[in-house]
């Protein structure tokens, strides 16, 4: 009878949780929370309700396009990288060199959503 009631507890908790996603006010895309499209007016919603409304996939954040109860992560093809060229400007005025795999592009030293 134990194993039955932790059963349903588990059942239920991965069935209410459901992934969240972002939208931009004038948007028609769906983003992650770390993609730089979001911003502070973005509005938060279920993934389940994004794919009702017809909003699409963003491009850039690459956000799931179905519920799972369970991601796997993303393999890139031979040859490709998670990370991509910082694209913040040095002092002396050429581009920095760091690799990022934050989602705005930007690396550590040039991230302008840090204080």
């Known amino acids: 009878m134990r194993y039955l009631q932790l059963f349903i507890l588990i059942f239920l908790f ?10 931009t006010p004038s948007g028609t895309k769906y983003h992650l929370a770390t993609c730089r499209m979001v911003n502070n007016v973005s509005k938060q919603l279920p993934l389940s309700e994004a794919i009702q409304a017809g909003l699409d996939p963003c491009k850039i954040c690459k956000p799931p396009i179905q519920e799972s109860p369970i991601q796997s992560p993303r393999k890139n093809a031979k040859g490709q990288s998670n990370t ?22 930007y690396c550590f030293q040039h991230n302008p959503d840090k204080n």
């Not at 910082?86 to 690799?99: D, E, P």
């Open 14 to 23: 991965h069935t209410s949780k459901s992934q969240v996603v972002y939208k």
């Open 84 to 105: 991509v060229q910082c694209r913040g400007v040095t002092k002396a005025g050429t581009r920095c060199k760091h690799k990022t795999s934050i989602a705005n592009g």
